[in-house]
Structures are given as C-alpha cells and as structure tokens.
C-alpha cells in the first residue's frame, strides 16, 4: 500500500511540474486600455485648511491639524479642505513635491505632517490632478508582523515550524508568479487551479 500511495503522490507530482512548464505565463505584456498610472511613495511634508470660494478657488490658513476649521453656518455648507504638501520618494517624479486637496470629514482619513503615503501619479492629467491618494504607506508594519508570526511558529514548532513556513513562502510565489499571471494572460482557470493545487499539496507534504 505505501508503495502504491508512493507511486500517486509522484504521478501527481509529475502531472503538477508539466502542467506548470506548459501553462507558465509568457513575459509578454497584454495592452490595456487604461492609461498609463504609476503607483508612487511620498510623505507629507506641510498641512493647511482651505476653504473653497464660489469660484472653485481656495484661500486658507497656516493651521496644521485638519478638522478645526470653523463651523459652517446655519443653511450653508462645509467647503473645508485639507491641502497637503507631499514630498514624492520614488519613482519617475521622485524629489518634487505635490499638491493634493482632501476633504475634511468622518469618511476622509486624517493625514498630518510626516505621514507615509502610497499615491498614484498620471502624467496624462493637468498638473493640479497628477497624484490621487491611494493609502497609508503599510509595507513596515506588516513586514514586522510577518517575521514576529514567522518566528513565533519556528520557536513552537521547530523544524517542523521551519517546514511549515518554507511551504508558506512557496504557496504564496507560485500563486504571485504562476496562477494570478496565468489567469490575466488568458489560460484555462481550471487546468490552472488543478496545477497551483498539485504543486501546493506537494510542497505541503515534503
């Protein structure tokens, strides 16, 4: 009988490498009719309220913690932005700074000076729309968190633990670099998935 559960588990290992040498993605690059957007990171560097006239222009202060403007009067509305000056660090624009207006309310996230934040920057739009907002720059905090679980399951399993994780970072690059690239370039999401769970069961198991 272990001979026979040997003999499948190497079929199916077999079934999982070939499956993955004749669907691996091309390096060739689908046009998209999306214009052209660069996710780019920048920090802010000053913060001060405007307040939106009639005309759409702003004028402001030199306050430099959003959300003490003054209160909109009976009838009217709150026009109070938040003018945040941002120092772009990478990217094609890395060095400039950006000028990007956001709202002043409960669905808005507060941004002040020193805050980390991942834009997207497009060159096709009028310079007072290039850069949009997009998050809080997280890539640290969950770095950290990944190698307090990564060593948290070493210390409690051992080698075991060390195997569980080097199965982990194996999952995880065969579906970055195999089946999200194979689905976008148009292969079968069946024969796919059958071959990301061959090669997944196999590196779970050895």
Known sequence: RAARVCACVRTVAAAAVAGLALLWPQDTKPSSPLPSQ?????????????????????????NTAPGTGTSPGLGTQDTTNNQLTIQITDGPTKGTSATVTVGVDRATPKYSVGDDLVLVYDKNQPPEGQYDIRDFQRGPPLMSLAIAFALFVVVVGRWRGVGAIAALAVSFAVLVKFTLPAIVAGENSIEVAAVTAGVILFADMY
């Open 38 to 62: 660069t996710w780019v990171h920048g920090t802010v560097t000053a913060s001060k309220l405007v307040t939106a006239a009639p005309g759409g222009s702003t004028s402001g202060s030199t």
